[in-house]
């Protein structure tokens, strides 16, 4: 219900329908609200990253994608989606976890780990490969050894993001995340609530919803 009500304020009031799903991470906390929302909200193209049948959450938005007639796309790392007007969606890894996600237009640059996994960093070369980018998310509601400080001090984000619930049941973020991030921009979920972004390509402007 929270999240439907969300898209729908969100939406404008004549055009309910998504372009795309990203289902960046199949795990239960990720997707589990998503099949009811859906049927008010379908997406006309699913990206699917990890696998395909991780847990019971993942076999019901999967039937529910399929009975709404859904096309689902697997994601493979080098895979691009254009969005329009030069804005593209880039799947740098995907692996049993999900996926990392770049989002880019001119010169914003959206890092989104979303299904990261350790390995990843070393593929990526701790980020060297991404080079800096604007606003990081960081992974895994902050958990420590998935945001090591060399992969955040290689991207060097103008402003970092951190998803986590104010009474996340395993005690997230981790401190040491936090000390990590003494010098940059915060912004939390469970501190400012809605995060939204906007960008022209060159200046990004933010506003928080509690």
Same mark, same amino acid.
């Given at each position: 219900?929270?999240?439907?009500?969300?898209?729908?304020?969100?939406?404008?009031?004549?055009?309910?329908?998504?372009?795309?799903?990203?289902?960046?991470?199949?795990?239960?906390?990720?997707?589990?609200?998503?099949?009811?929302?859906?049927?008010?909200?379908?997406?006309?193209?699913?990206?699917?990253?990890?696998?395909?049948?991780?847990?019971?959450?993942?076999?019901?938005?999967?039937?529910?994608?399929? +009975?709404?007639?859904?096309?689902?796309?697997?994601?493979?790392? !080098?895979?691009?989606?254009? =969005? &329009?007007?030069?804005?593209? /969606? *880039?799947?740098?890894?995907?692996?049993?976890?999900?996926?990392?996600?770049?989002?880019?237009?001119?010169?914003?640059?959206?890092?989104?780990?979303?299904?990261?996994?350790?390995?990843?960093?070393?593929?990526?070369?701790?980020?060297?490969?991404?080079?800096?980018?604007?606003?990081?998310?960081?992974?895994?509601?902050?958990?420590?050894?998935?945001?090591?400080?060399?992969?955040?001090?290689?991207?060097?984000?103008?402003?970092?993001?951190?998803?986590? +619930?104010?009474?996340?049941?395993?005690?997230?973020?981790?401190? !040491?995340?936090?000390?990590? =991030? &003494?010098?940059?921009?915060? /912004? *939390?979920?469970?501190?400012?609530?809605?995060?939204?972004?906007?960008?022209?390509?060159?200046?990004?402007?933010?506003?928080?919803?509690?």
């Amino acid at each position: 219900s929270l999240l439907s009500n969300a898209l729908g304020r969100r939406l404008p009031p004549f055009h309910r329908e998504l372009d795309w799903l990203i289902v960046a991470s199949p795990t239960t906390e990720q997707i589990a609200a998503l099949p009811r929302a859906l049927e008010r909200y379908p997406p006309r193209s699913v990206l699917w990253a990890g696998p395909e049948s991780p847990n019971r959450s993942a076999d019901y938005l999967r039937e529910t994608l399929t +009975a709404l007639e859904i096309p689902i796309t697997l994601a493979a790392p !080098g895979h691009s989606l254009n =969005l &329009g007007d030069g804005v593209s /969606l *880039r799947v740098l890894t995907a692996g049993p976890r999900g996926a990392i996600l770049l989002l880019e237009w001119e010169n914003f640059r959206a890092l989104l780990p979303l299904g990261a996994h350790e390995d990843d960093y070393e593929s990526l070369r701790m980020g060297a490969d991404i080079g800096p980018v604007t606003a990081l998310l960081l992974a895994d509601n902050g958990y420590a050894p998935l945001n090591p400080p060399d992969w955040i001090n290689t991207l060097n984000p103008q402003l970092t993001l951190l998803s986590v +619930a104010a009474d996340d049941s395993s005690g997230r973020p981790d401190a !040491g995340t936090l000390d990590v =991030l &003494g010098g940059y921009s915060l /912004l *939390r979920t469970d501190q400012h609530g809605w995060i939204h972004i906007s960008t022209n390509g060159e200046h990004m402007w933010v506003e928080i919803e509690k």
